[in-house]
């Protein structure tokens, strides 16, 4: 079975400090996403990365960056949390195939910032 | 751009039959998952369409339209522990790049009831 893993299951921070959240999966997949989901909102994507030390902008990236030195390990920085940043983040990791494409998620992280 | 309607909540009763529908509007379209999630859980994977017509899995079978941009997820049989989110995603391909991308739904939240 894949396993998706992330750092924390609940997370407090303060505004202005940096916050990383980790997410390491053990399937060998190429592609690895960081969300987050809001209430009404769906999921709505920050970045993927479909390569190590490759990355690219999801819809929302603004206030975020990632980094993706191993291909297992993908980690979500805020650089400077703000409240508005207060949600649940959830990883995900899939195979880059040419067909379904499904995407593993891991348990996510629920931020709240102060 | 690209829309994706769910409704937001449903209530069916236990043993019965519940139809959700997915709607969306989309260019580039390459597949359309369906997801579930229970409260505070990750969305796990029940389904991938890519053609018309209804794919069967056991109690649950999805229904997609190319054409008329519409899926159902049809759940039978109904238990106490499919009350959750389901989730309506949509593949398509990302403008500028060779990559697809999957823009989630809002959700819909079903209850099932004794």
């Known amino acids: 079975d894949v396993k998706v893993t992330q750092s924390s299951r609940y997370l407090v921070k303060r505004t202005g400090e940096k916050v990383f959240l980790e997410c390491v999966q053990d399937?060998?997949?190429?592609?690895m996403f960081w969300y987050r989901q809001d209430p009404g909102l769906g999921l709505r994507l920050i970045y993927f990365s479909y390569d190590v030390k490759m990355k690219e902008k999801g819809d929302i990236p603004e206030g975020y960056s990632v980094s993706r030195e191993k291909k297992e390990r993908f980690s979500l920085i805020l650089e400077s949390a703000s409240t508005n940043q207060t949600s649940m983040y959830l990883c995900a990791s899939s195979f880059q195939g040419w067909s379904t494409d499904t995407q593993y998620f891991g348990p996510g992280t629920r931020l709240t910032v102060l | 751009g690209q829309n994706i309607d769910q409704p937001t909540e449903m209530t069916a009763t236990e043993g019965a039959i519940v139809q959700i529908n997915c709607t969306y509007q989309?260019?580039?379209?390459?597949?359309l998952f369906w997801y579930q999630q229970h409260a505070g859980e990750a969305p796990t994977f029940l389904s991938y369409?890519?053609?018309?017509g209804l794919e069967e899995k056991g109690r649950f079978s999805s229904f997609l339209s190319r054409s008329k941009g519409y899926s159902y997820l049809l759940l039978k049989e109904l238990q106490m522990k499919d009350s959750a989110s389901y989730l309506c995603a949509v593949r398509s391909l990302r403008e500028k790049t060779s990559y697809d991308k999957v823009i989630f739904g809002p959700g819909t939240s079903l209850s099932v009831i004794p």
């Open positions: 989309t260019s580039g379209f390459n597949g």
């Open positions: 369409n890519v053609l018309d």
């Open positions: 399937m060998d997949h190429e592609n």
